[in-house]
C-alpha cells in the first residue's frame, strides 16, 4: 500500500491527490488501522501499524496532517505510545519523530498534534497572565507518571509555593498524557536509540520557526515544567559520596555525544559515582541546545522555570545548609556547572541569584539580610571558611564565574565598589610617576622601617631578578614617562620579595618571563569578554571620596587571604592567587589601577594589593630571622614542589610553601604589568 502511495504521488504534481490516496481518506483506513493496532488484532498489530505511519509521514510529500481523516488517527496512536511495560518503544520513538518532522514541515499543524483549540492557544498565547491555571507543575508531571508507571526521586523537587505562578491547564482531554509528555516519557528508555529519537523530536518541536509556536509551547504545554523537572531529578540522583576533587576538570559530554559512546562504555564496567553526574551534566547541555534554538517566548519561560526548580528550589538550601560535607560537594557541583554553561540566557538567571542585583557600592555594615543578597553574602564568606577545602572550591567557583561573558559578574563583585576612585588621594590624583612613588611611600605605616631595611635596598632586589629595562624616548616626553612607568611597576612586583626569600633564580626555567606568554593569553581572553562591555580607557580624572573607602566584601575577603599567605595551605594559596591574577588582567582602568599601580596614593584607611603585598613582606622578614639556614631549606622545597627531588619531613613547610607562591605570584602580576600597560598606550 505504501509503494503504491509513494509511486502514485510521484506520477503526479504535487498539488493533485491520486485515487489511491482519495481512496484511503474516503474509506478511513488509517482509521481501521489504528483501532486493529489498540486491539492488538492479530498480535504484534501496532508495532506494523507504528512502523506504517511512520513511513507514511516520513515517505509521502503531500501535506496529510492537516486533513481530518489523517491528523484524527494519528491523535490516537500518540495516545497509544508510551504505555507501561509497552514491547513497542522503537516502533513508538520512530512514529513520534516521523510526527515531528512533518509537524517542521508544515508548523501551522502544531496545534492539530497538541490538540489545543486555536482561540485557547491565542487567548493564552496573548495574555500575560494565563486564565486557567487548573493544575500545577507537580500536579501534571504526576499524571504523566501515573500514566509511565514510574516515580520520580524524593527531593527532586519543591512544590511551588503561593506565590509561584501557576501552570496553565491543558486544553483538551486531562487524563492522557500530550505528545510532549511521551517524548519526554521515552526519553527515560533504557534503549539509547529509544531515548536519542525522544530528544530529536522534543528538540524538533521545540526549535519550529515563528514566534507563534514557541508561544503555544510555553503557554499550552508542559515541556518547560517537565524539563526542569527532569534537570532536579537527574541532580537529585548525584550521588553524596562523590569525591569534590572528582569534579574539577569534569569533562563536558554533549548529549549527543552520550549516545555516541555507549557502545564502548557497554564494554567497560560502569562507574556508578560518575555516571549520574555525567547524565545531569548531559540534561543540562540538551537543555541550552533549546535555550539556544528556541523561540524567546520559549526560552525565557524555560530559563525561569530551571531557575524557580532548580536554582531556587533545589540548589539554593544545599548551599546554605550547616554540613560542612554537604556544602563542599554542592559548590564543587556548582561550580562544574558554571563552567559547561554556555547559554546567555540561563547564565543571566544563574548571575543574579548567586550575587544578586544590587548595582550600588556596597557599605561596610551591611547585615546582608536581603534574600537576594544572602546566597552571595555567604558564599564570598566561604571564601574564607574554617573549612580549606570548601574555601577552596567557593574560589574555584568565583574563578569559572569570572571566565563567563557577562558584564554584571565583574561589576557586582568588584567595579562597583571602584566607580568613583575613592580609593584614591584627590591630592596626589594627578602626580607624575615619581612624585605618586614619593606620596604613595608616605602613606605606609611601615614606610621608614621600610626604607632603611637592607632587606629592601636596591642592591639586594636587583642581584636576584633581572629587572626590566626599556628604551628611552626623548623626543616624547609624554612616552618617556609612560616607558619608566612601565618599567617602574613591572619592577617594583619583581623587588618585592628580598633575595633572602627567592629560590626561583637557583632553578633553571623559572623566571619571570615564563609567565609572559600565559599572562597575554590570560588577556587576549579578557579582552575578548569585555569588548562589548563599554568600559572607559582611562581612569576617572578627579577621584570624589564622598565616604570612607570600602573594597568590597569580595576583594576584603582576598586581601585577608593573601594578608595570611605565609599561614594557609599551598592549595589554598595557589587558588587565592589565581583569583586575584584574573581579576588583575581585566582591561578596566580602576580594576588596573587598584590592583597594579604601586605607586598610587591611597585615602587613608585604604588598602590594595600592592600595599597588602608589601606588609606580608615585612612579617616575612621577620619571621625567616628565626629560622636557621632559611635559604636552603626554601631552595629544598622549590626543588619539591617541582618534583626534581623526593618529598622529605621538614620544619616550616607551611611557611616555606607560602614564600614561594608569594614569590611566583609577584612575577606573575609583573608579567600582567607587562602585557598590560603597552596596550593601554596604544
Not at 510529500?61 to 496512536?77: D, E, G, S, T
Not at 507518571?145 to 512544590?159: D, K, N, Q, Y
Not at 549520574?276 to 522555570?305: I, M, N, R, S
Amino acid at each position: 500500500m505504501l509503494d503504491i502511495l509513494v509511486y502514485e504521488e510521484q506520477q503526479q504534481q504535487v498539488e493533485e491527490t491520486g485515487p489511491c490516496l482519495e481512496y484511503l481518506l474516503q474509506h478511513k483506513i488509517l482509521e481501521t488501522l489504528c483501532t486493529l493496532g489498540k486491539a492488538q488484532y492479530p498480535p504484534g498489530m501496532s508495532q506494523q501499524v507504528l512502523l506504517f505511519f511512520s513511513k507514511v509521514l516520513s515517505q509521502v510529500q503531500k501535506p496529510l496532517l492537516h486533513i481530518i481523516n489523517v491528523y484524527r488517527p494519528v491523535q490516537k496512536l500518540i495516545r497509544l505510545c508510551g504505555l507501561p511495560d509497552a514491547q513497542t518503544e522503537k516502533e513508538e520513538s520512530l512514529f513520534l519523530l516521523a510526527v515531528c518532522t512533518r509537524v517542521k514541515k508544515d508548523p501551522y499543524v502544531l496545534n492539530y498534534i497538541l490538540e489545543v483549540h486555536t482561540e485557547a492557544a491565542r487567548s493564552s498565547s496573548t495574555s500575560d497572565e494565563p486564565a486557567a491555571a487548573a493544575t500545577s507543575t507537580a500536579a501534571r508531571s504526576g499524571t504523566c507518571e501515573a500514566h509511565s508507571g514510574t516515580t520520580s526521586p524524593a527531593g527532586a523537587t519543591s512544590p511551588p509555593g503561593p506565590s509561584s505562578p501557576a501552570t496553565p491547564a491543558l486544553s483538551g482531554p486531562q487524563a492522557t498524557p500530550s505528545l510532549i509528555q511521551i517524548l519526554l516519557h521515552l526519553s527515560k528508555s533504557q534503549k539509547s536509540r529509544v531515548r536519542l529519537r525522544a530528544l530529536e523530536g522534543v528538540l524538533v518541536l521545540a526549535t519550529l520557526p515563528g514566534k507563534d509556536s514557541g508561544a503555544l509551547l510555553a503557554a499550552s504545554t508542559p515541556l518547560c515544567e517537565l524539563l526542569a523537572q527532569r534537570l532536579c531529578e537527574l541532580y537529585s540522583l548525584i550521588p553524596s559520596t562523590l569525591d569534590p576533587v572528582d569534579l574539577q576538570g569534569f569533562p563536558l559530554t554533549t548529549w549527543r555525544e552520550q549516545f555516541t559512546q555507549m557502545g564502548e562504555e557497554e564494554k567497560r564496567p560502569p562507574d556508578h559515582g560518575t555516571e549520574p553526574l555525567t547524565g545531569f551534566l548531559c540534561w543540562l547541555d540538551y537543555c541550552q541546545e533549546l535555550l539556544t534554538h528556541a523561540p524567546k517566548k520559549l526560552t525565557v519561560k524555560l530559563a525561569k522555570e530551571i531557575h524557580r526548580q532548580w536554582l531556587t528550589g533545589l540548589l539554593q538550601p544545599q548551599l546554605l545548609q550547616m554540613s560542612e560535607a554537604g556544602i563542599l560537594l554542592h559548590t564543587a557541583l556548582l561550580s562544574c556547572c558554571v563552567r559547561h554553561i554556555r547559554s546567555p540566557v540561563l547564565l543571566a538567571e544563574l548571575v543574579p541569584f548567586l550575587l544578586g542585583s544590587d548595582k550600588h557600592p556596597e557599605q561596610c555594615a551591611d547585615t546582608h539580610t536581603d534574600t537576594h543578597t544572602t546566597l552571595r553574602y555567604k558564599l564570598i564568606q566561604h571564601c574564607d571558611h574554617i573549612s580549606d577545602e570548601i574555601s577552596v572550591a567557593t574560589l574555584r567557583l568565583f574563578e569559572e564565574l569570572l571566565q563567563k561573558p557577562e558584564q554584571s559578574i565583574v561589576a557586582n563583585l568588584v567595579l562597583r565598589n571602584l566607580g568613583q576612585r575613592s580609593y584614591a588621594s584627590p591630592t596626589t590624583a594627578g602626580c607624575a610617576g615619581d612624585e605618586r612613588h614619593v606620596a604613595d611611600v608616605d602613606t605606609l605605616d611601615e614606610s621608614e622601617e621600610l626604607e632603611e631595611d637592607p632587606f629592601f635596598s636596591d642592591s639586594e632586589f636587583g642581584a636576584g631578578e633581572p629587572l626590566l629595562s626599556l628604551p628611552r624616548r626623548p623626543e616624547d616626553s609624554s612616552s618617556s614617562s609612560s616607558h619608566t612607568q612601565l618599567a617602574e611597576t613591572v619592577n617594583s612586583f619583581l623587588c618585592l620579595v628580598p633575595q633572602e626569600a627567592k629560590s626561583s633564580h637557583h632553578v633553571q626555567g623559572a623566571g619571570y618571563d615564563t609567565y609572559v606568554h600565559d599572562a597575554h593569553k590570560m588577556l587576549n581572553e579578557c579582552t575578548a569578554l569585555s569588548l562589548d562591555w563599554g568600559w572607559p580607557d582611562t581612569a576617572t580624572d578627579n577621584p570624589s571620596p564622598t565616604s570612607e573607602f570600602y573594597e568590597g566584601h569580595f576583594l576584603q575577603v582576598l586581601f585577608d587571604r593573601i594578608a595570611r599567605i605565609l599561614e594557609q595551605p599551598y592549595e589554598l594559596n595557589l587558588q587565592v592567587t589565581s583569583v586575584l591574577s584574573r581579576l588583575a588582567v581585566f582591561p578596566h582602568p580602576h580594576l588596573h589601577e587598584y590592583l597594579l599601580d604601586p605607586y598610587i596614593s591611597l585615602t587613608p584607611g585604604a588598602r590594595s594589593l600592592f600595599s597588602t603585598l608589601v606588609r606580608v613582606i615585612g612579617e616575612l622578614m621577620q619571621k625567616i630571622q628565626h629560622i636557621p639556614n632559611f635559604s636552603d631549606k626554601l631552595l629544598h622545597m622549590r626543588r619539591q614542589l617541582m618534583g626534581l627531588e623526593e618529598e622529605t619531613m621538614a620544619d616550616h613547610v607551611v611557611l616555606l610553601r607560602g614564600v614561594i607562591v608569594l614569590e611566583e605570584f609577584c612575577k606573575e602580576l609583573a608579567a600582567i604589568a607587562f602585557v598590560k600597560l603597552p596596550m593601554e598606550e596604544q
